[in-house]
């Protein structure tokens, strides 16, 4: 990707949850919501103090995030539809 986010920004690829529920009942694109859950593509950076200290992001490209759900603007670069937000948008990460 041809895309570097500045400062404490993150860029985000959405992953899609399953078309079924536990039961089995399949879920309609119309009905289903935009998943809150993402992994981290690029990151910037990161935040700098009012002294001009860099602040090193705690994430990293590679690690599946939870965000919220009306968090970070759409994109799409290269063809993907991704997500820029700052990192503080993300509620942490899955292990």
Do not use: C, N, Y
Not at 8 to 14: E, S
Not at 46 to 52: E, M, P, Q, V, Y
Not at 64 to 84: A, H, N, P
């Amino acid at each position: 990707m041809a895309f570097k986010p500045l400062h404490d920004r993150v860029v985000v690829r959405r992953i899609e949850s399953d078309e079924k529920t536990k039961g089995g009942l399949i879920i309609p694109d119309t009905a289903k919501e935009k998943p809150a859950e993402g992994e981290i593509i690029a990151v910037g950076e990161g935040a700098r103090k009012d002294s001009g200290e860099l602040i090193a992001p705690s994430v990293k490209a590679g690690d599946r995030v939870l965000f919220g759900k009306w968090s970070g603007t759409e994109v799409t670069i290269d063809g993907q539809e991704l997500l820029i937000m700052k990192e503080s948008d993300i509620l942490g990460i899955i292990a």
